[in-house]
């Protein structure tokens, strides 16, 4: 169903994001996995994380910078 598929969008994008941490990622490139809007990636993401897909990458590349 559709309902189920929004809901389980952030968590994608999240798994995205923190798989790809070591390498350059667009978010472009998410939106044409998952065959969905840079602008919706955008939209569902800050919903459910409060913060953008952007910021959340750098904050993740940051952590993951600082364990080495």
Same mark, same amino acid.
């Given at each position: 169903s559709n309902s189920n598929h929004s809901m389980q969008l952030p968590e994608m994008i999240r798994k995205y994001l923190d798989t790809? @941490?070591?390498q350059k990622l667009t978010? =472009? &490139?998410i939106s044409k996995e998952l065959n969905v809007s840079v602008s919706? @990636? =955008?939209r569902v993401f800050k919903q459910r994380y409060n913060i953008t897909p952007?910021? $959340?990458f750098m904050k993740q590349k940051? &952590? $993951?910078a600082c364990a080495f």
């Open positions: 790809s @941490i070591t978010l =472009e &490139k919706h @990636i =955008e952007l910021n $959340y940051t &952590k $993951y």
